[in-house]
């Protein structure tokens, strides 16, 4: 599985914006997806996850009620729809592939990952 994180960008705080994450292959629906993120100086922390069929998610609590994860298996995408941001959510965002579902995971748990894209939050 191949993927390639989209969408990030600069914006003020309080603003909305949303990541896609596109992966090649037909077992795209076989994987539960996450998104981490990595700000610098900082480890790579989990943000989101979302199960195979979409029936499930989880959250970091940092962004809970703030962020949505999604998928849209026919399109072979994942998102996350990312709403009231704060400066500290500033970072690198990455999307990964795993074929066991973690309400938290790990980086060392994913099995695939794709290049980041950036997101900035002005204050």
């Known amino acids: 599985v191949q993927l390639q994180a989209s969408g990030g960008g600069l914006v003020q705080a309080g603003g909305s914006l949303r990541l896609s994450c596109a992966a090649s292959?037909?077992?795209?629906?076989?994987?539960?997806m996450g998104w981490f993120r990595q700000a610098p100086g900082r480890e790579r922390e989990f943000v989101a996850a979302?199960?195979?069929?979409?029936?499930?998610?989880d959250y970091a609590d940092s962004v809970k009620g703030r962020f949505t994860i999604s998928r849209d298996n026919a399109k072979n995408t994942v998102y996350l729809q990312m709403s009231s941001l704060k400066p500290e959510d500033t970072a690198v965002y990455f999307c990964a592939a795993c074929r066991r579902y973690s309400s938290y995971f790990l980086s060392n748990d994913m099995d695939y990952w794709g290049k980041g894209t950036q997101v900035t939050v002005s204050s």
């Open positions: 292959g037909r077992t795209f629906s076989s994987y539960a």
């Open positions: 979302i199960s195979w069929s979409g029936g499930s998610t």
